[in-house]
């Protein structure tokens, strides 16, 4: 993956106030939680949000909400997040638990206290373990003369009904500043759309079938894009392409399912959905597993000739 499965979290109007303001009803706050839990590694992160409106009765949003409560429940065990303050924006909180792995199958139930003693409470049930092999008919490098990259595989077990993947194809390479390397990820759209002079790109929904393709101008036009803010070419270095299978608990199939676009990372942007499993409050708790990688060798002239270095 790109990183450290990122979670965004975009709230424009998911919290939005309808009702007209009575300066002497009670004051209201709403909470959100929002926690995946990655079944591949180890250090899980959550985020509480409260939404309450001023004394015009305008929703005011607040994100990093400190001193709350959260506890999983996992194999009759109780498990609670450490508060901690975020490294990147100071003055907020998340909430943090390490060498928590959880197994494919299982149930965890969640339980957030907030500051003000309000409870919220949700569930997930991981995926069940699959494997999964790439059939022929899988590009093996890329370019491959042809329009398209293709990507087919089956499903070795017998797989759990109304399972979907959320299929990703990231291009993966290091970036050096000053002798230092750091590696980074550009997740590949599945197609473009052009409109009003403008390009969109189009990245994967959940599907349920055993094939993808990609346009390959969808991944030219990502690997063009390769630079972070230093545009100097040759500070980095390709490493390959990777095409990921990523299985979905029941809430997190819900929430893309119902969202109304893809954009690029595995992200929560609850402004697009009403979606919610969260009792008592908003947000989204859920959980994924990555089911199958698959290595994607880009050719070395192509890498060149864009300027790049190759590994």
Sequence with gaps: MKKLILICVILLSFFSCESSFDPNADFRQDYAVYFILNGDQTYQTAQLIKSSPDKNGVSQIETGIPGAEFRLIYDNSEYILKDSVS???????????????????KNIRLNVKTPDGKILTSETDTPLSIKIQFLEGTDEYVPNGLSR??????????????????????IKYYYTDSGVKSYHSKEVPVSLTYQSGKIFENYPTPIA?????????????????????????????????????????KSMTSYYMSSKSFEEGFSIILDQTEFTNITGGFGVFGSYFSAKNYKLRIISD??????????
């Design 149 to 170: 990259i293709a990507f087919v595989w089956k499903v070795l077990d017998a797989p759990p009904e109304g399972q979907f993947y959320l299929p990703r194809l990231v």
């Design 209 to 249: 079938g055993n094939y993808l393709i990609y346009d390959w101008e969808a991944f030219d036009y990502a690997f063009e894009r390769l630079t972070l803010a230093d545009t100097a070419r040759n500070n980095y270095t390709v490493i390959n392409a990777e095409f990921e299978l990523i299985l979905m608990d």
């Design 87 to 105: 490294a990147e924006n100071p003055g907020k909180n998340y909430y943090t638990i390490n060498n928590f792995k959880p197994a494919p199958g």
């Design 302 to 311: 192509y890498i060149i000739a864009r300027g790049y270095k190759r590994e």
